[in-house]
């Protein structure tokens, strides 16, 4: 079992910056990729940043430039520095772990995000 807890959330203008943290406890953290998906209001949760155990990363297309996810394994966090934020990008941005091995898959509680124009 793990349990993921975010912070980092608020609110912003247009261009500026946040760094989400998500603190993970109850497993091992290095046997885990760690993702950050974000949901904004009326639509589907989209995947936005993976970083894998060894440190491989992936972006989905729209925050490429922008974010950059990275991870602490010694302390059981994962961060998300969000920069030059845009109105889209507006949203609850949820941390995600998942097993490399075996099918197990836990969510964090999210934490908001709103960028104003």
């Known amino acids: 079992q793990v349990q993921l807890v975010e912070s980092g959330g608020g609110l912003v203008q247009a261009g500026g910056s946040l760094r989400l943290s998500c603190v993970a406890s109850?497993?091992?953290?290095?046997?885990?990729?760690m993702n950050w998906y974000r949901q904004a209001p009326g639509k589907q949760r989209e995947l936005v940043a993976t970083i894998a155990s060894g440190g491989i990363t992936n972006y989905v297309d729209s925050v490429k430039g922008r974010f950059a996810i990275s991870r602490d394994n010694a302390e059981n966090t994962v961060y998300l520095q969000m920069n030059n934020l845009k109105p889209e990008d507006t949203a609850v941005y949820y941390c995600?772990?998942?097993?490399?091995?075996?099918?197990?898959?836990?969510w964090g509680k999210g934490t908001l995000v709103t960028v104003s124009s």
């Open positions: 995600n772990a998942r097993h490399n091995i075996v099918d197990m898959n836990y």
């Open positions: 109850g497993s091992i953290f290095s046997r885990y990729a």
